[in-house]
Each structure stands twice: as structure tokens, then as C-alpha cells.
């Protein structure tokens, strides 16, 4: 059976684009004072510039994606930095494949 919540997070166009950003994060990011893009993951305030969108709106596509598993968010001093969970991203791919 299908997860809703993978679903979910990847029936948005704008969910897809934060899930591409972060395959490659030096690629689509600026380098930051806190955290390293590749082993901490991206500021949520950077996606939601790149996204276009407020932080609040961000933040539940953020939400979005972490419920499904398929990102990880870590908190550094008062910013939260997301990464992408590979292992999870497979996982929901064979499943994606398996449905059809």
C-alpha cells in the first residue's frame, strides 16, 4: 500500500524543487557561517529564499517532506538545516515503482 504522506510530499511542485536543491546543495546554495551544506544540510531561511515563498509557508513544506522521511532537519544555535535522507529517498522510490 501507497504512504499518503510520501505522496503527499511529492504531489507539490515546490516540495520537488526543495528535493532537487538538496541532492546538490553547494550547486543550488550559498555557503553559510553555520553549518556545511553537504553534512549539516541547508538553512530553511536560504529554501525559502530560493523557493520565493515566506518562511512560514516554507516551513510547512518543510514539514511536509519530514513527516514522509525524506528529509532530516538539525538544529544549530536558532537556524534548523535540512539534508536529504538518501536512504529513505531509495526506499520510497522502489515503493513509487512498485505501485505502477
Known sequence: MLDVDLVKALANEK?????????????????QRDGDLVSDGVCSLYIAEKLGVSQPTCGEHLKVLARAGLIHGTRIKQ???????EERIAEAKEQLAGEW
Open 79 to 85: 537556524w534548523v538545516f535540512y539534508r536529504r535522507d
Open 15 to 31: 516540495r520537488q524543487l526543495i528535493l532537487d536543491w538538496l541532492r546538490d546543495p553547494e550547486a543550488h546554495f550559498p555557503p
